[in-house]
């Protein structure tokens, strides 16, 4: 079965520091990666992807992920933190096994809460 | 920008109480789905949809659980008889096109449901 996890509950960074959120997969085939933001009572934010290429991907507010296949991970990192990206980041992948029939479905690891200090 | 929009923002029910919550997809997608957050936890798969019918469905759609689409806009997920463990944050979302597997859902901003 395909899965993501992201084994930090909280990352608390500084602004103006670099910040790294962590994700590893576990797919059978090539994974489809997505990382998803989400802020105080708001809904799912898309914030980038990796399905193909290269393995640096860079997103939406200065966001990039680095795919390592290697390593099994994702892992989304933002070159200077800002007070403004406290928030609860989700990291999933595209569940396909079965692909072809009915499958499609996001799977999601339980969150990471990104806290920037001043 | 097209969004996923989702009605009522936040919904109290008592428990055992017949519930529905609706979603207005973004106009050219094909792919529907609904996630539920249950508070403090991950965001879940429920239910996917595509050409008026159900995709796949998790083990937490139970009997319980319905959608439909009852024309060409709404999106919508009944929940026949609430208990509280029904109690979350239910997102809707949507995809569009032939490249489902390579391209991103867009989510509405949830419903909170609550039941006591």
């Known amino acids: 079965a395909q899965s993501v996890a992201q084994p930090e509950d909280q990352v608390n960074v500084a602004e103006g520091n670099p910040l790294t959120v962590k994700c590893t997969y576990s797919v059978s085939g090539n994974p489809y990666l997505f990382w998803y933001v989400q802020y105080p009572n708001r809904g799912l934010q898309f914030l980038l992807k990796?399905?193909?290429?290269?393995?640096l991907v860079k997103g939406s507010y200065g966001f990039e992920a680095e795919f390592n296949k290697s390593q099994t991970s994702f892992h989304l990192k933002k070159p200077s933190a800002l007070v403004s990206d406290s928030a609860l980041y989700f990291c999933a992948v595209r569940d396909i096994e079965g692909y072809g029939g009915s499958q499609g479905n996001l799977i999601f690891g339980k969150g990471t809460k990104l806290s920037v200090k001043p | 920008e097209p969004e996923v929009t989702q009605t009522p923002s936040h919904q109290v029910t008592q428990m055992g109480q017949e519930v529905i919550l609706r979603c207005v997809p973004i106009s050219n997608h094909l792919y529907f789905y609904w996630y539920r957050q249950i508070l403090g936890q991950k965001v879940e798969f429920l239910v996917s949809?595509?050409?008026?019918?159900?995709?796949?469905k998790s083990e937490i759609f139970d009997d319980q659980f319905s959608v439909e689409r009852p024309d060409g806009s709404n999106f919508t997920l009944k929940i026949r008889s609430t208990k509280l463990e029904d109690s979350a944050m239910y997102f809707c979302?949507?995809?569009?096109?032939?490249?489902?597997?390579?391209?991103?859902?867009?989510f509405g901003q949830g419903t909170r449901l609550t039941v006591v």
């Open positions: 990796y399905i193909t290429g290269d393995n």
């Open positions: 979302a949507s995809i569009g096109g032939t490249g489902r597997v390579n391209t991103e859902a867009f």
């Open positions: 949809f595509y050409n008026n019918e159900i995709s796949e």
